[in-house]
Structure formats: structure tokens, C-alpha cells
């Protein structure tokens, strides 16, 4: 699975846009990219997944550049409820006889502050 | 409501004794996965299977040891042989030959060897 790259910590304004980059410039043709987020001493939670075209939920946006080498999570309206360890994960479709291995780096620490 | 159970939540252990962690999920998801993380740090695997009576070694198998009798549940145990097992445990289940390769966690367990 190909390396991501995450700065280690991010803040955002409460009821702002919070933009968490990816850096995944090795990853390949077959390669997702995932979004999870870790509240503290909580189990992570699946926010968002895209191949190459752009993806949007309930929770979030995740904008892929066109190379596929860098990705932008988005939450559009950040709340004090939104601060978590947020991970960035590229792995091979999990469908089949794939496991649903992920690898988790270190992810970025966003904090939401009022 | 469907969902993964971890308990005990909290363990207190003494250098020496094997101890084992519970994870039952009423998803009737295939495959099973336990991750370990430690202060500051993104999650490693230890175990995974995808059926019963099979498991693989993940990352970090060294010390642990699984088992998985039924499809609802996969438990861990730690035993005497692993050097440093204080940490947050988590468990996490997914469907197979889902595309989307969303994992479902538990909220965790956290054990201390005292």
C-alpha cells in the first residue's frame, strides 16, 4: 500500500471550513484513498472514501487532485465535536478474496477551538 | 442495534499472566481484525481473519495469540510472552466483498501491566 504524508496538527475556528491535506504520491492505478478519524480513546470511525473523482457525505468532502498524488479532506462547518485524530489512508479495493487491511500512520490532530 | 463489543473497557494485568480481550459483533460481517496503538501513534495490526477457523498475523503478532470458533467472535489474548503489552486494543470487523472496505471499531479496551 502506498505511503501518505499528514501534517501532524491543524486548527480550525469553530464553524469554519477545515482543510486536512494528503500527500500520497506513490500510490497506484487500483489505490483508494480513505478517510478515518479517531476521537480520543474512542475506536476510529470511516468518514470518506474516492478513488479519482470527487467524493461528498453527510460528514464530509474529499477532493482528489487529477495525478492522484494529493488528496484534501474537508469538513465545511467545523464543530468543537469535530476535534480527532484524523488518518489518511491509500489502500488497494478491499473487495473479493482482499482483505480490509488499513494502515494507519499517525494521522493529523485537528483542533476545533471556539 | 448492530455494532462491535470490546469489554473489559479497562484491564489491570501483572507481569507474567496471559490475559484475554473480548470482541463480539452482531454485524454477520466476515472478517475480523485486531489492531494495537500506543500513546501518540496510528494503529498497527496484529491479527486478522476472514473466516472462521482461519487467521492470519498481521504486523505485530509476536506475543498474541487469536482464535475464531464462531463468525461473531474473534478474542485476543495476550500473553506473558509479549515484551511491552500496555496499550489500546481495538477490534474492528468488515465485510469481505464489500468494495467500500469500510472497517466498523469497537470503542477499545486499554490494558496496563503493572
Known amino acids: 500500500d502506498a505511503k501518505t504524508t499528514q501534517p501532524p496538527s491543524m486548527d480550525c475556528a469553530e464553524g469554519r471550513a477545515a482543510n486536512l491535506p494528503c500527500n500520497h504520491s506513490?500510490?497506484?492505478?487500483?489505490?483508494?484513498v480513505y478517510w478515518y478519524r479517531q476521537i480520543h480513546s474512542q475506536g476510529p470511525q470511516y468518514i470518506i472514501h474516492?478513488?479519482?473523482n470527487n467524493e461528498t457525505n453527510e460528514m464530509a468532502s474529499l477532493i482528489i487532485t487529477e495525478d492522484r498524488k494529493s488528496s484534501t479532506l474537508i469538513l465545511p462547518h467545523a464543530t468543537l465535536r469535530d476535534t480527532a485524530v484524523y488518518y489518511c489512508?491509500?489502500?488497494?479495493?478491499?473487495?473479493?478474496?482482499?482483505?480490509?487491511?488499513?494502515?494507519f500512520g499517525q494521522g493529523t490532530i485537528l483542533t476545533v477551538h471556539p | 442495534d448492530g455494532g462491535i463489543t470490546q469489554s473489559p473497557k479497562y484491564l489491570f494485568r501483572k507481569e507474567g499472566q496471559n490475559v484475554t480481550l473480548s470482541c463480539e459483533q452482531n454485524?454477520?460481517?466476515?472478517?475480523m481484525y485486531w489492531y494495537r496503538q500506543d500513546p501518540g501513534q496510528g494503529l498497527r495490526l496484529i491479527y486478522y481473519?476472514?473466516?472462521?477457523?482461519?487467521?492470519q498475523k498481521g504486523d505485530i503478532a509476536e506475543g498474541y495469540s487469536v482464535s475464531r470458533e464462531k463468525k461473531e467472535s474473534f478474542p485476543l489474548t495476550v500473553t506473558s510472552a509479549q515484551k511491552n503489552p500496555t496499550a489500546f486494543y481495538l477490534c474492528?470487523?468488515?465485510?469481505?466483498?464489500?468494495?467500500?472496505?469500510?472497517?466498523?471499531f469497537g470503542e477499545g479496551s486499554r490494558l496496563t501491566v503493572l
Open positions: 474492528a470487523s468488515s465485510i469481505v466483498t464489500d468494495v467500500t472496505g469500510e472497517l466498523f
Open positions: 506513490t500510490i497506484s492505478g487500483n489505490e483508494y
Open positions: 474516492g478513488l479519482k
Open positions: 489512508i491509500v489502500r488497494a479495493n478491499a473487495g473479493g478474496t482482499s482483505y480490509g487491511k488499513l494502515t
Open positions: 454485524l454477520n460481517h466476515d472478517a
Open positions: 481473519s476472514q473466516i472462521v477457523n482461519d487467521f
